[in-house]
Protein backbone atom coordinates (compact mmCIF):
# COMPACT_ATOMS: atom_id res chain seq x y z
CA UNK A 1 0.00 0.00 0.00
CA UNK A 2 0.99 3.61 -0.59
CA UNK A 3 2.47 5.25 2.91
CA UNK A 4 -0.18 8.34 2.45
CA UNK A 5 -2.97 5.86 2.47
CA UNK A 6 -1.75 4.42 5.79
CA UNK A 7 -1.75 7.58 7.32
CA UNK A 8 -4.87 9.09 6.18
CA UNK A 9 -6.53 5.71 8.17
CA UNK A 10 -4.78 6.29 10.84
CA UNK A 11 -5.43 9.99 11.60
CA UNK A 12 -9.13 9.09 11.30
CA UNK A 13 -9.27 6.11 12.91
CA UNK A 14 -6.76 7.17 15.72
CA UNK A 15 -7.09 10.63 16.51
CA UNK A 16 -10.52 12.16 14.44
CA UNK A 17 -12.86 9.42 15.20
CA UNK A 18 -13.04 9.28 19.30
CA UNK A 19 -13.05 13.29 18.88
CA UNK A 20 -16.26 13.07 16.20
CA UNK A 21 -17.92 11.10 19.19
CA UNK A 22 -17.05 13.89 21.94
CA UNK A 23 -16.78 17.26 20.09
CA UNK A 24 -18.96 19.33 18.20
CA UNK A 25 -17.09 21.08 15.06
CA UNK A 26 -18.18 23.86 13.74
CA UNK A 27 -15.73 25.11 11.06
CA UNK A 28 -15.20 23.31 8.20
CA UNK A 29 -14.36 20.53 6.96
CA UNK A 30 -14.24 18.73 10.27
CA UNK A 31 -17.78 19.82 10.62
CA UNK A 32 -18.59 17.77 7.02
CA UNK A 33 -16.66 15.15 8.16
CA UNK A 34 -18.34 15.18 11.60
CA UNK A 35 -21.89 15.34 9.97
CA UNK A 36 -20.89 12.79 7.15
CA UNK A 37 -19.72 10.18 10.01
CA UNK A 38 -22.29 10.33 12.11
CA UNK A 39 -25.13 9.82 9.48
CA UNK A 40 -23.10 6.46 8.94
CA UNK A 41 -23.93 5.81 12.49
CA UNK A 42 -27.71 6.37 12.47
CA UNK A 43 -27.32 4.82 8.61
CA UNK A 44 -24.92 2.03 8.84
CA UNK A 45 -25.53 0.84 5.61
CA UNK A 46 -24.83 4.62 3.76
CA UNK A 47 -22.40 7.10 3.76
CA UNK A 48 -18.65 4.13 3.94
CA UNK A 49 -16.30 6.94 2.57
CA UNK A 50 -15.37 9.21 5.73
CA UNK A 51 -13.90 11.42 3.80
CA UNK A 52 -15.25 11.96 0.22
CA UNK A 53 -18.70 10.43 -1.22
CA UNK A 54 -17.16 9.79 -4.62
CA UNK A 55 -17.42 5.92 -3.51
CA UNK A 56 -20.41 6.24 -1.98
CA UNK A 57 -21.95 7.68 -5.43
CA UNK A 58 -19.73 4.55 -7.15
CA UNK A 59 -21.70 1.87 -5.08
CA UNK A 60 -24.69 3.09 -4.33
CA UNK A 61 -24.52 3.99 -0.69
CA UNK A 62 -24.47 7.77 -0.75
CA UNK A 63 -28.17 8.00 0.53
CA UNK A 64 -29.42 11.19 2.47
CA UNK A 65 -30.27 11.07 5.69
Same mark, same amino acid.
Given at each position: ???????? /?????? =?? $????? +? !????????? /?????? =?? $????? +? !????????????????? $???
Amino acid at each position: GQPWAVMS /YWTFAT =LL $HPLFH +T !TTFRREPLA /YLQRRH =LC $HHAQP +T !TKYGPVTPLCDHIFGTE $HEA
